[in-house]
């Protein structure tokens, strides 16, 4: 369920990078910690995504990201998210090439998160995910019985972040552990397959250069936790998530390649203008996926606009190539500040 990974909004398509930037109404995805220190001004918000999918070859593959969240207080955020993964109509064929029909594969996950700031610097959060996911239909013939598939998952996050004040910046701190669930089956309980748990960690360092240049360096690492290749469905999971930063089969050198670093810089102008770029680097016997980002966005009142651009560096197709990735998100004021204190 390789869409579960899918980089959903345009802003954090700069390197990749969200674990520890500043939040707002997609921040469920990264971090789920980080929606606690949402604008205490803001009472609540959405935002749709769109994601074109393999643009260069076809035009009906495309990834679509809607979520909101809403502020209970200052302490207290709650939000809710649904992806939709649609594949494109495929024609399938048996063995012997004889025609089984047309079907439309698709794949959604829904979720709703809780984040509560814990002091002044520190916020946790938690998610709660429902995942389908159909690629086949309920293909029956011969010796194959294919059907969707379901699982449900869990994120955990923590952010951490503090002004230096000596410095006229903020240090940002964050880890996420995301889609930790039950394996899936596309067909009986014997075959059940692990789903794409990720350990994401990282940081952001802003500068204000001045009351109107602000400039954030961010990098994450990401880290799947199932068991590396050749992988074995039938170890159990919390042996397969564990055993992951030790079971490469060359040893830990293999183990350290099995990381994914992403770096970008994102500058604001007078909190309404933006600029991004960012780099993402996997190792080439891991993927190797290796790409460059840029972006741009705009703010203005209660209105925002992202559009990010994607050129692969490693000489091969990327799924995003050429293709722009756009996001709109709509922020309302809340009725009332609240002034509660998070040591009551």
């Known amino acids: 369920m390789p869409f579960l990974t899918i980089t959903p909004d345009a802003r954090c398509r700069h390197g990749r990078c969200g674990v520890a930037t500043s939040a707002d109404v997609n921040s469920a995805y990264w971090n789920a910690g980080k929606l606690a220190f949402i604008d205490n001004g803001l009472g609540y918000g959405v935002s749709g995504s769109y994601t074109p999918w393999l ?10 990201y809607l979520s909101g969240f809403y502020k209970i207080g200052r302490e207290q955020t709650v939000a809710a998210s649904m992806k939709y993964f ?34 002044e610097e520190i916020a946790l959060g938690g998610a709660l995910r429902y995942i389908h996911s159909n690629l086949t239909g309920a293909l029956s013939t011969g010796n194959i019985d294919a059907r969707p598939g379901n699982s449900v998952a869990v994120d955990m996050g923590i952010y951490y972040t503090r002004p230096l004040t000596s410095r006229n910046a903020t240090l940002s701190l964050g880890a996420a552990i995301t889609n930790l669930g039950a394996k899936i089956s596309y067909s009986d309980a014997n075959n059940r397959d692990f789903i794409p748990t990720n350990l994401r960690m990282g940081g952001a360092y802003t500068m204000e250069l001045d009351p109107r240049n602000k400039l954030t360096f961010a990098l994450d690492l ?6 590396s290749p050749p992988r074995n469905n039938s170890t159990p999971l919390l042996s397969g998530i564990f055993g992951s930063f030790t079971d490469a089969s060359g040893g830990f050198k293999e183990e350290i390649r099995e990381f994914m670093a992403s770096t970008g810089i994102e500058y604001w102008y007078n909190s309404t203008f933006a600029g991004r770029l960012g780099y993402f680097h996997e190792a080439a016997d891991k993927g190797n996926r ?25 000489k091969r197709e990327n799924a995003l190539a050429e293709t722009l990735r756009l996001t709109i998100m709509l922020n309302f004021d809340s009725k009332t500040r609240e002034t509660d204190s998070v040591t009551d």
């Open 55 to 64: 643009g260069k070859i076809i035009n009906d593959m495309y990834v679509f």
């Open 86 to 119: 649609d594949l494109g109509e495929i024609q399938f064929r048996g063995v012997s090439a004889e025609d089984l029909g047309r079907f439309n594969p698709r794949e959604f996950s829904f979720d709703v998160t809780y984040s509560r700031l814990l002091t």
């Open 222 to 227: 990401n880290k799947l936790l199932v068991p």
């Open 290 to 314: 290796k790409y460059l980002t840029a972006g741009l966005g705009v703010r203005h009142n209660r209105f925002g606009f992202d559009v990010a651009y994607l050129v692969p560096t490693n």
